[in-house]
């Protein structure tokens, strides 16, 4: 409503300014356009002179830090990678009124600060910034007040410390213990010999400008049946490439990769709705996709709709859905359907505590029944609590596959994180852990 899009049924709202928005995740670029395209795309259509657009293509390029891919197609960015440009394009183009829904959720712990300090002169120059967000630890730091809404309705207004309190304190608790994180324990490897994922030596290339970019080049490695990993790094490290291969979505331009099981993922906020049409369309339209049956739907249809909590919104159609909702009916319908391979690319970013805490145990519990579960996330703490193995990625190339704590103080330290933590944990994991593997710079790695 405050961007324009739509007007109230009852009351009235005043906005004075003019607004930009980020709808969570580039809505608005055209999937067949180049990010540089979709620059001046969504420039124009916020009213912004081409010449003024001119101005500040470079800054915006060097801002997002999409180096070659801002030529590259929007269809082959991750979402982390549209977040950036999204933001970088509203921010560079000084709105009066900037809203950010959901939009920096995907991105790495380096870009969410860079973001943060971008907000800080947004502040400075425009009128308000609005921003929409589950991180709570996020919106406590950078916000100077915070409104609750729950069901529609204002819960509370105030002092973010206060608000964010409130909040924790309404998230369903378990009986054992009061927590204010995800409250599972770690995930037990029950590792099998069965190998069910296998990498060797894949890249994936893609053309820029006459110019060969590798989003992936020799990647090695294998998944075995009861491992849950984790695949970490910076947005355009390569990981979502990696799950469009393991889900056949590309083929290697190099090396081969195979995989035993049927395959199923959640590619980032609802990949494969349909928008027009509702949720419960949408479940039995993924269920087919996937190849299950239509009466095993049919049965599986009431825990479907009970898991993701979205009864009194599954006749309505999904594009009045939030990146949230849309994650959570994504993650209930493949989850329920219990996949061999369960492949997850961000698609939990936008979910709250609860349904978090909720999905995190049913990962968990998944285990029993599916051969692996691959992550992609930047949630370093769900990462080391639920994955029994981590990929650090960097440049298309893995950088380390090891232990997770290692992985995660190893990743953390490399984008401006604490070395004393990150000592103190590989001390602790010295004996089993492995070596971290350096990739090689070579033309093809190399970004602006």
């Known amino acids: 409503m405050i961007s324009g899009i739509l007007t109230p049924d009852e009351g009235e709202l005043m906005v004075d300014g003019r607004v930009s928005a980020l709808f969570s995740l580039g809505m608005g670029f055209n999937k067949e356009l180049t990010g540089r395209e979709n620059v001046y795309l969504n420039g124009m259509m916020l009213g912004i002179e081409k010449a003024k657009i001119n101005e500040f293509i470079d800054e915006i390029h060097e801002f997002s830090e999409l180096g070659k891919f801002l030529d590259q197609p929007m269809k082959t960015y991750s979402s982390g990678m549209k977040a950036r440009l999204g933001f970088s394009v509203a921010s560079f183009l000084e709105p009066e009124i900037l809203i950010l829904d959901e939009a920096l ?28 967000t589950h991180s709570l630890r996020f919106a406590e730091k950078n916000c100077d007040r915070l409104v609750w809404l729950d069901k529609g309705v204002i819960r509370q207004v105030g002092d973010p410390k206060e608000v964010v309190e409130m909040y924790k304190a309404s998230v ?14 770690k ?3 029950n590792m099998k010999d069965k190998t069910v994922v296998k990498a060797e030596n894949v890249g994936v290339a ?19 049946e009861g491992e849950v990993v984790g695949v970490i790094g910076h947005n355009g490290a390569g990981k979502s490439t990696l799950c469009k291969l393991m889900t056949n979505i590309l083929t290697p331009d190099e090396g081969n990769i195979k995989l035993d099981g049927e395959t199923t993922s959640l590619l980032g906020y609802g990949t494969g709705f349909n928008a027009q049409l509702s949720g419960r369309d949408n479940i039995y339209l993924n269920g087919m996709l996937l190849g299950i049956p239509k009466e095993k739907i049919e049965a599986d249809y009431p825990e479907i709709v009970e898991f993701s909590q979205l ?12 990146s949230g909702m849309q994650a959570r009916l994504g993650f209930s319908i493949a989850a329920t359907l ?11 970013s936008t979910g709250d505590m609860a349904f978090k805490q909720k999905a995190s145990e049913r990962i968990q519990d998944m285990m029993e029944s599916a051969k692996a579960v691959i992550i992609v996330s930047h949630s370093m703490r769900f990462v080391e609590k639920i994955c029994t193995r981590v990929i650090w990625m960097e440049r298309g190339q893995v950088r380390f596959d090891g232990d997770p704590a290692e992985a995660v103080a190893l990743y953390t330290e490399s984008v401006g994180g604490t070395k004393k933590a990150a000592k103190k944990t590989t001390l602790r994991k010295k004996k089993r852990r492995k070596k971290a593997v350096k990739p090689a710079v070579t033309e093809e790695t190399k970004q602006d």
Do not use: C
Request: aromatic share 8%; glycine share 2%.
């Open 338 to 348: 219990q996949p061999d391979i369960f492949i997850i690319d961000e698609a939990l």
């Open 105 to 132: 959720n995907t991105g790495d712990a380096a870009f969410s600060k860079k973001a943060a300090e971008k907000m800080k002169e947004l502040v400075a120059k425009a009128k308000m910034v609005v921003l929409v």
């Open 206 to 224: 893609y053309n820029v400008k006459k110019d060969t970019f590798w989003a992936l080049k020799n990647v090695s490695f294998e998944v075995k």
């Open 187 to 189: 995930t037990t490897l």
């Open 172 to 185: 369903p608790v378990k009986a054992r213990r009061k927590r204010k994180r995800l409250d599972i324990e």
């Open 311 to 322: 009864k009194q919104a599954i006749d309505k159609p999904v594009k009045e859905y939030s």
